[in-house]
Structures are given as structure tokens and as C-alpha cells.
């Protein structure tokens, strides 16, 4: 990967937890400081864990899956579909909510699963961690 790819790369993993950091900030009013960086850290923390426990589990079952890397892919993608038509039917309220470290630790996983899949995508792909 360039350095270009790495970049849109980045901005397409934190768009979602702009959003969502966004959301909780306007739905609680005034914000600290404090509050400020236990939010960037916890999301930032996140991300970067889920993403390398990607790529840690794929690099350790990138052969094993190859054999049926179609039939895995078929699942996932029939998986997110059924889901994204299932949540579009279901009527609901989202809201943000930001206050205690569960519900900030759970917003931070839950924005980060995509950093978990690009971690897995990206040691099947045999891209190795050196800087």
C-alpha cells in the first residue's frame, strides 16, 4: 500500500466514530476537556486495537480460509444485507449515548468492527505490520 491508499484508508475507518462522536457530544450539551479526551482516547484506543486483533486473526487462519475464502465471503455479505434490510424495517430511535465508560466503551467497539475486518482483510491480502 502507498501512502495515498493508507490515507482514504484511515478516513474511511473514522468516519463512523466522527459521526457517532459528534452525536453523543450534541446530545449531552456542554462538554469538558476531560470528557473531550476520555472520548478521542477511547475511540482511538479502540480502533487501533480492533485493527491489528484483525490482522492478527488473519494472518494466523489466511490458509485455512483460502480454500473456501467464496463460501465465507458469500455468508458475510448475505450476513450484512439480511442485517442492513432487517434494522432499515425495524422502527426505532438511535440515540447517542456517551455518558459512562460502559456505554462509551461499547460505542467505541461497535464503530471499530470495521477495523477489525479491514485488519483481517489486510494480513489475508499478505500485507505484513513493519513501519
Do not use: C, R
Amino acid at each position: 500500500m502507498n501512502f495515498v491508499e493508507i490515507i482514504l484508508l484511515s478516513l474511511s475507518l473514522s468516519v463512523d466514530t466522527l459521526v457517532v462522536s459528534l452525536g453523543g457530544s450534541v446530545s449531552v450539551g456542554k462538554t469538558s476537556p476531560a470528557k473531550v479526551l476520555k472520548v478521542s482516547l477511547a475511540f482511538g484506543i479502540m480502533q487501533a486495537a480492533l485493527i491489528f486483533l484483525g490482522w492478527l486473526l488473519g494472518a494466523s487462519v489466511a490458509s485455512f480460509v483460502h480454500q473456501a475464502a467464496h463460501i465465507i465471503g458469500f455468508v458475510i455479505l448475505l450476513y450484512i444485507g439480511g442485517s442492513m434490510v432487517w434494522s432499515a424495517l425495524k422502527k426505532s430511535e438511535d440515540k447517542v449515548n456517551l455518558n459512562g465508560m460502559k456505554h462509551l466503551l461499547l460505542a467505541a467497539f461497535a464503530t471499530s468492527i470495521d477495523a477489525f475486518a479491514v485488519g483481517v482483510s489486510l494480513a489475508m491480502g499478505g500485507m505484513e505490520l513493519n513501519p
